[in-house]
């Protein structure tokens, strides 16, 4: 179900359900992010990295699974 | 125990729901006249009045409707903490010698559908909202989802939570949702905020809940079977809390303020969670009743599997869990659902409570709200 406003898709009959979460900054922090992964490959503890997406005009970030390779 | 102090002698309630052409103020009014009704005594002997809404208007104005006697009428506003702190306040009005004999009153009206927030009035970046992250299912289903995994919780469970909650609500008829549905059913209702379904979810409703307290050497004389409010504890967040609309959390989680609260009002009180009959928490969704039971002392971490698997929290089991369908049956009109847990756990222990009383004549009862940013209050009440 899309989130209500303020969100700036809510309007939109084509809505697809996105991911959130907080995403730790090795042992300092947890921060609230929009996550750009498939549903099924989400789970506590995936390894995440900082990508830029935009929502309409607005530049914003989230957080994406490394793969193989990464850092958090 | 120690001699209590402060007594309720009234309650009254105006049901939950939808109510198209009555404000919330006049459901307000109409639940106090019910309590004073319930108590056998009249507005002008009313010496003080705490009341509050997060939606429904200024309750002191009621005063139009119930008659301007000239008594102090304060306003509330405490988030879903509301009825809590105004009950608080109106305990220690009494405690404190200044008065004897007063009104608490919680009411609201939320339009359909979820709460539209504005970042700007929670101190947050427009962007926060843009990007649909100020959603609250969001945040419920995310420290549900951790909790879930920390604890080996299914969400199974969780369908069992609204499974009670919608069969109390069958048999309280001032509930709104009254039809059951079975745990499969709620599992099949459409995805809200993964792993919360439509109907794990309280939604915004409307309603009103009154109380009479007073000083409680002076209840014998009222016509109505007192219950003792034994006492109360409220708290607020500590810094780096898991709260909605958190942008950022810390890594090491501070205890929840229901921690606090519960365990401050059961010191108070001298009395353990074991001791207690009959229990209402906050169930804006069914993850928060698993988690809040844990915070309350009532279980531990992960014991809820078996708890509810059991029906050890069902109106017969050992641990009944919100009696009266909670806010998953009743919804949520934030500043009436506080006192609408002391009204069901007055009747519960006056035994009142006609089909859905707990049997073996309950003798102690709990309540705990908890609202954003991060406050809870928690009562307990005696026969």
């Given at each position: 179900m899309p989130p209500s406003?303020?969100?700036?898709?809510?309007?939109?009959?084509d809505f697809v359900p996105f991911p959130v979460g907080y995403v730790e900054l090795d042992g300092m922090i947890r921060v609230e992010s929009r996550l750009e992964a498939a549903e099924e490959e989400l789970r506590v503890g995936l390894r995440m990295k900082l990508v830029r997406f935009e929502l309409g005009d607005q530049p914003l970030f989230a957080f994406a699974p490394c793969g193989s390779e990464g850092e958090a | 125990m120690a001699e209590p102090t402060v007594a309720i002698v009234g309650i009254g309630i105006y049901p939950f729901g939808r109510h198209q052409d009555v404000s919330g103020l006049e459901m307000g009014a109409e639940a106090v006249r019910r309590a004073l009704l319930d108590a056998g005594i009249e507005w002008r002997d009313v010496q003080f009045a705490f009341g509050g809404s997060s939606d429904a208007g200024k309750a002191d104005t009621m005063v139009a409707e119930l008659g301007p006697t000239g008594i102090p009428f304060t306003n509330v506003s405490n988030g879903c903490a509301t009825g809590g702190s105004a009950l608080v306040s109106a305990y220690h009005a009494i405690e404190s010698g200044a008065y004897d004999l007063g009104v608490v009153v919680g009411f609201d009206k939320h339009p359909r559908g979820a709460f539209m927030e504005r970042p700007e009035d929670w101190s947050l970046p427009s962007w926060y909202g843009t990007a649909g992250l100020m959603v609250t299912t969001q945040f419920f289903g995310i420290k549900i989802q951790r909790y879930m995994h920390d604890h080996g919780i299914e969400p199974l469970t969780l369908a069992q939570v609204a499974e009670k909650a919608f069969l109390n609500g069958e048999l309280n008829p001032n509930a709104w949702r009254r039809t059951p549905w079975s745990a499969e059913q709620v599992l099949d209702s459409p995805m809200v905020s993964d792993p919360l379904t439509q109907y794990m979810l309280c939604s915004p409703g409307e309603g009103a809940a009154a109380l009479i307290v007073c000083r409680a050497e002076r209840a014998g004389r009222l016509d109505a079977k007192p219950v003792f409010l034994r006492s109360v504890g409220v708290r607020t967040r500590t810094s780096g809390s898991f709260e909605v609309y958190s942008p950022s959390i810390g890594v090491d989680l501070p205890p929840s303020p229901t921690v606090d609260a519960a365990r401050t009002a059961m010191e108070m009180a001298g009395?353990?969670?074991?001791?207690?009959d009959v229990v209402q928490v906050q169930d804006t969704e069914a993850g928060a009743e698993l988690i809040h039971l844990a915070e309350c002392g009532l279980c531990e971490d992960g014991e809820q599997v078996e708890l509810y698997a059991s029906g050890r929290t069902g109106l017969t089991g050992r641990l009944p869990v919100n009696t009266d369908g909670g806010c998953i049956a009743n919804g949520e009109p934030i500043g009436a659902s506080g006192l609408r847990q002391v009204h069901e756990v007055v009747l519960q222990l006056r035994g009142d409570a006609a089909e859905r009383q707990v049997p073996g004549g309950p003798r102690l009862g709990f309540t705990h709200v908890y609202g954003a940013p991060g406050v809870s209050a928690c009562t307990v009440l005696s026969r």
């Amino acid at each position: 179900m899309p989130p209500s406003p303020p969100f700036v898709g809510a309007e939109h009959s084509d809505f697809v359900p996105f991911p959130v979460g907080y995403v730790e900054l090795d042992g300092m922090i947890r921060v609230e992010s929009r996550l750009e992964a498939a549903e099924e490959e989400l789970r506590v503890g995936l390894r995440m990295k900082l990508v830029r997406f935009e929502l309409g005009d607005q530049p914003l970030f989230a957080f994406a699974p490394c793969g193989s390779e990464g850092e958090a | 125990m120690a001699e209590p102090t402060v007594a309720i002698v009234g309650i009254g309630i105006y049901p939950f729901g939808r109510h198209q052409d009555v404000s919330g103020l006049e459901m307000g009014a109409e639940a106090v006249r019910r309590a004073l009704l319930d108590a056998g005594i009249e507005w002008r002997d009313v010496q003080f009045a705490f009341g509050g809404s997060s939606d429904a208007g200024k309750a002191d104005t009621m005063v139009a409707e119930l008659g301007p006697t000239g008594i102090p009428f304060t306003n509330v506003s405490n988030g879903c903490a509301t009825g809590g702190s105004a009950l608080v306040s109106a305990y220690h009005a009494i405690e404190s010698g200044a008065y004897d004999l007063g009104v608490v009153v919680g009411f609201d009206k939320h339009p359909r559908g979820a709460f539209m927030e504005r970042p700007e009035d929670w101190s947050l970046p427009s962007w926060y909202g843009t990007a649909g992250l100020m959603v609250t299912t969001q945040f419920f289903g995310i420290k549900i989802q951790r909790y879930m995994h920390d604890h080996g919780i299914e969400p199974l469970t969780l369908a069992q939570v609204a499974e009670k909650a919608f069969l109390n609500g069958e048999l309280n008829p001032n509930a709104w949702r009254r039809t059951p549905w079975s745990a499969e059913q709620v599992l099949d209702s459409p995805m809200v905020s993964d792993p919360l379904t439509q109907y794990m979810l309280c939604s915004p409703g409307e309603g009103a809940a009154a109380l009479i307290v007073c000083r409680a050497e002076r209840a014998g004389r009222l016509d109505a079977k007192p219950v003792f409010l034994r006492s109360v504890g409220v708290r607020t967040r500590t810094s780096g809390s898991f709260e909605v609309y958190s942008p950022s959390i810390g890594v090491d989680l501070p205890p929840s303020p229901t921690v606090d609260a519960a365990r401050t009002a059961m010191e108070m009180a001298g009395i353990g969670p074991e001791d207690l009959d009959v229990v209402q928490v906050q169930d804006t969704e069914a993850g928060a009743e698993l988690i809040h039971l844990a915070e309350c002392g009532l279980c531990e971490d992960g014991e809820q599997v078996e708890l509810y698997a059991s029906g050890r929290t069902g109106l017969t089991g050992r641990l009944p869990v919100n009696t009266d369908g909670g806010c998953i049956a009743n919804g949520e009109p934030i500043g009436a659902s506080g006192l609408r847990q002391v009204h069901e756990v007055v009747l519960q222990l006056r035994g009142d409570a006609a089909e859905r009383q707990v049997p073996g004549g309950p003798r102690l009862g709990f309540t705990h709200v908890y609202g954003a940013p991060g406050v809870s209050a928690c009562t307990v009440l005696s026969r």
